[in-house]
């Protein structure tokens, strides 16, 4: 299937951020699969101010069963707090995940996210950094949630997000393994990006570079890849804002954010 707009929409915006990120200079060059309508090419060639070439193959996380139904409850209850500038802790950002399918059809909708709301305000001062689970308060059912607080030198953000079903993340990692490494690897490029984008579920950067390192002998195409990146497009329709992360290499994942972030 040819490259879509949107594709090269979030294609262009993840290559002008990771230039702003790493200082290079890259340009879209080209759109192979636009152009050749084959399933065999890649979807961008980019190329810096010193012709080093760049290939891209991007991939969408494919969404869970039930991802539907999931995805109206997420919106219209606690994905109204996405950003919310009363709930973001300056010099931190703060990202808060669902499990899916934590919000069912028997409750009142309207109640939750302002119970999260208070919840979160009333802890937020006492929540470690790192990766902490905690139960809400507030609500006539149980709801947990995995909050990740961590230090940054850019924009204080308070985040939602979700978290994919056990197993999913796996399922979803070796299909996009499968079906776009062969392409990406024969590119005939200097350097290639494998880009995931995040569009309705965000999945935990690190536990997916984590699964992607522990399958790296299944998977000898990899030695072919230069990086792994994410790009998280939940609000790219309604706010314009895109986020990016480098997954893997696991090693330059952790450089890239601690360059990021110094000192954190």
Known sequence: M???????????????????????SYNITSWPDASNRSSKDI??????????????????????????????????????????????????????????????????????????????LNHSAHISTGRTSHIVSGLPFELRVVITKKPTSYKSVFLVERQMPDNSLSRVIEKALTDKLPKLAAANTDRRILLFEQSSIVVDGGSAAEYI????????????????????????????????????????????????????
């Open 213 to 264: 390192e522990s399958v790296r002998s299944d998977h000898p195409l990899l030695e072919s890849i230069d990086e792994i990146w994410s790009i998280k497009t939940a609000g790219l329709e309604s706010e314009g804002y895109t986020a990016i992360d480098l997954m893997w290499p696991l090693g330059a994942a952790i450089e890239f954010d601690e360059r990021r972030n110094p000192g954190a």
């Open 43 to 120: 979807d961008a060639i980019a190329e810096d101010h010193s012709h080093v070439t760049l290939g891209i193959e991007h991939t969408l996380l494919q969404p869970f069963e039930g991802e539907r139904r999931d995805t109206s409850i997420f919106l219209q209850t606690v994905a109204t707090l996405d950003k919310q500038p009363n709930l973001a802790v300056a010099g931190f950002e703060v990202s808060v995940a669902f499990e899916v399918g934590a919000v069912d059809r028997g409750v009142e909708w309207s109640t939750i996210a302002p119970a999260v709301a208070v919840w979160y």
């Open 2 to 24: 040819a490259v879509t707009l949107h594709e090269k929409d979030v294609i262009s915006r993840f290559v002008s951020q990771m230039n702003a990120a790493n200082v290079s």
